[in-house]
């Protein structure tokens, strides 16, 4: 199993230009969701879906779209790059909270995003 | 919302314990989590604790949960320099939604 894979590992945009942060995960997992890290402020949720059609807000989700047409893909698109969007982005997946397991989340390696 | 808060900052020295706390407002959290972080990663899960558990032992591990306080604690024993990282508690929402709730991360540095 490859786990969970972002794409890509580093990024450099314009401020307002667009773009699409990849995640896909193998194990078959409803839930995914999409963090950000900044120095200090631990992590915080952007937005998550607990399958496929399903998604809903996190904490930070201004200036982020996401969508789940299959159980494996949640992309994160960023509409106008801002310079607060300079961050590190983890996408992460797991099982439902009431499947009966322990509910872990696996995370992605990381996107590390710089808006000049 | 729910709030997880740990210290931010841990240093000891090699071959001692290490011990960092966390504690958490949801009471309803069914499993409580311990994530590590190495440089440059993604976070990956150390261990965790099912909310009807006080203590759980795993190895160099040990979990104390305290449900009345809502407090959680990781003690690391003989710590090593490959133990070196950032250390996130975290809890689960209860509900299908299943949102985590992560600390900020204590960062724990050992010395040689």
């Known amino acids: 199993n490859a786990g969970v894979t972002q794409t890509p590992k580093f990024q450099v945009l314009k401020t307002g230009q667009s773009m699409t942060l990849q995640c896909a995960q193998d194990m078959n997992h409803e839930y995914m969701s999409w963090y950000r890290q900044d120095p200090g402020m631990g992590l915080r949720l952007i937005h998550y879906s607990v399958g496929a059609g399903i998604t809903d807000q996190g904490e930070v989700p201004n200036g982020y779209n996401v969508s789940r047409s299959t159980t494996e893909d949640f992309p994160l698109r960023l509409l106008s790059a801002a310079p607060s969007q300079t961050s590190v982005y983890f996408c992460?997946?797991?099982?439902?909270?009431?499947?009966?397991?322990?509910?872990?989340?696996?995370f992605g390696p990381g996107t590390r995003l710089t808006v000049l | 919302g729910e709030d997880v808060e740990q210290s931010l900052f841990l240093s000891v020295r090699e071959g001692d314990s290490s011990v960092i706390n966390c504690t958490y407002t949801d009471s309803s959290s069914t499993y409580l989590y311990w994530y590590k972080q190495e440089p440059g990663a993604g976070l990956q899960l150390l261990t965790y604790i099912f909310s009807n558990m006080d203590m759980k032992q795993d190895q160099r591990l040990t979990v104390l949960l305290n449900k009345k306080d809502k407090h959680l604690s990781l003690r690391i024993a003989d710590t090593q320099t490959g133990d070196s990282a950032i250390y996130f508690c975290?809890?689960?929402?209860?509900?299908?939604?299943?949102?985590?709730?992560f600390g900020d991360g204590t960062t724990l540095t050992v010395k040689p």
């Open positions: 992460a997946s797991s099982t439902t909270a009431l499947s009966g397991t322990s509910g872990e989340q696996f």
């Open positions: 975290a809890e689960r929402d209860n509900t299908n939604a299943g949102k985590s709730t």
